[in-house]
């Protein structure tokens, strides 16, 4: 089965589906889901339910990577990617690069370096393939190495390359029967930028997660720098780089082996909790500016999209943390956004709305009151 952009897919490890975007890689498509994100997924976990359209047609014909592919599947039969542990690891020009989203700004954890494992299935966060990532939560360039155990014992060298600041790197998309080799290894890091303070000691960063740990839904955590819930390690935060202070303490770091640190799992934070103003309550600003970078190229479509977005994994986390009251500030505008929330509101058995203090934010916010049942 061939697979193009602009096909209409299902995930058959999980439910759901979406549009083909784009090739990440072989075997490897970004699929666009109903929020508007796009998900890293391995073609032989997809079964198309739509034709290409002929738009998607025209442009897969004038790709020349796809028309290669094409070629290839009528001669050849459909190989699935490899993802076992025991295969040597992606080259850096298959790794997927993404930056942060602007959530980022307020989240409460240090900057750092993290290893996230980031499930496809976001509902079922306990089975299906994972995406296996490394989080640059800083303002350097981080060139990396990162190596597990492997079953026929030493280390894989699965992955090496660099990432850019305030982005992550997606190594691979793992299955949950390599947890027990990819969960255990170590990372190499070396943080650069154009101008800096001060020189920096390499990183030598060492985890060992135990398999179970990825059996337990509470693992699975809220994090500012990420658009989705994951198990998250922290390797190392900035505050623990070690400066170059003279030549000689660099000439006595190459004679000596580097000292390996031990990761830790990462402080979680709720994605409501930034907006956090008091026990139990929160206000949310649904501005774009305040929600994203990119806001000036953004068409009105892709802005509302955004919001929603925003707005609804903002009243997940409010019902989860068990909050009772969020305030989002949507403006007074031309009353798009507000008929739009509140037809999402509706959506909500434990809710009820009614618009925000005049005195303090005029005609502009919906007040949220959440009801929560007894335990």
């Keep these: 089965m061939t697979i193009k952009p602009g096909d209409k897919v299902r995930f058959l490890s999980s439910s759901g589906g979406g549009i083909v975007t784009r090739v990440i890689r072989p075997g490897i498509v970004a699929v666009e889901i109903e929020d508007g994100f796009e998900i890293p997924t391995a073609i032989n976990d997809l079964v198309k339910i739509e034709e290409t359209s002929p738009a998607a047609r025209f442009f897969a014909d004038n790709d020349p990577f796809l028309s290669q592919k094409d070629n290839e599947s009528k001669t050849e039969p459909a190989v699935s990617p490899p993802f076992k542990s025991e295969q040597n690891a992606s080259p850096l020009n298959e790794s997927y690069i993404e930056k942060l989203p602007a959530s980022r700004k307020s989240t409460i954890n240090p900057e750092g370096i993290y290893l996230a494992f980031e499930p496809h299935d976001q509902n079922l966060?306990?089975?299906?393939?994972?995406?296996?990532?490394?989080?640059?939560?800083?303002?350097?360039?981080?060139?990396?190495?990162?190596?597990?155990?492997?079953?026929?014992?030493?280390?894989?060298?699965?992955?090496?390359?660099?990432?850019?600041?305030?982005?992550?790197?997606?190594?691979?998309?793992?299955?949950?029967?390599?947890?027990?080799?990819?969960?255990?290894?170590?990372?190499?890091?070396?943080?650069?930028?154009?101008?800096?303070?001060?020189?920096?000691?390499?990183?030598?960063?060492?985890?060992?997660?135990?398999?179970?740990?990825?059996?337990?839904?509470?693992?699975?955590?809220?994090?500012?720098?990420?658009?989705?819930?994951?198990?998250?390690?922290?390797?190392?935060?900035?505050?623990?780089?070690?400066?170059?202070?003279?030549?000689?303490?660099?000439q006595k770091y190459e004679e000596d082996a580097p000292m390996i640190i031990t990761s830790k799992a990462a402080e979680s934070e709720s994605f409501i909790t930034p907006h956090k103003v008091a026990h139990g309550e929160a206000i949310v600003d649904l501005h774009i500016e305040a929600i994203a970078e990119d806001y000036k190229t953004l068409l009105p479509d892709q802005i509302l999209d955004i919001q929603l977005a925003y707005f609804t994994r903002c009243m997940e986390t409010a019902i989860l943390d068990k909050y009772?009251?969020?305030?989002?500030?949507?403006?007074?505008?031309?009353?798009?956004?507000k008929n739009a929330l509140r037809e999402k509101l509706k959506d909500y058995s434990n809710v009820y709305f009614q618009p925000a203090p005049f005195a303090r934010f005029g005609m502009g916010a919906i007040e949220v009151m959440i009801m929560h049942t007894r335990e």
């Design 125 to 250: 966060f306990i089975i299906g393939y994972l995406d296996l990532c490394i989080v640059n939560f800083s303002s350097y360039d981080v060139l990396y190495t990162f190596s597990h155990k492997s079953p026929k014992g030493g280390y894989v060298g699965r992955d090496y390359g660099s990432i850019p600041p305030y982005s992550k790197v997606i190594i691979d998309i793992i299955q949950r029967e390599e947890l027990e080799y990819v969960a255990n290894g170590i990372i190499q890091l070396l943080f650069t930028k154009d101008i800096m303070p001060s020189l920096w000691f390499p990183v030598t960063g060492s985890f060992r997660i135990k398999p179970v740990r990825f059996t337990k839904e509470d693992n699975y955590k809220s994090y500012g720098f990420l658009q989705r819930r994951a198990f998250v390690h922290l390797i190392t935060d900035l505050k623990g780089l070690k400066p170059v202070g003279s030549l000689e303490e660099l």
């Design 324 to 337: 009772f009251k969020v305030t989002f500030i949507h403006g007074v505008g031309n009353g798009v956004l």
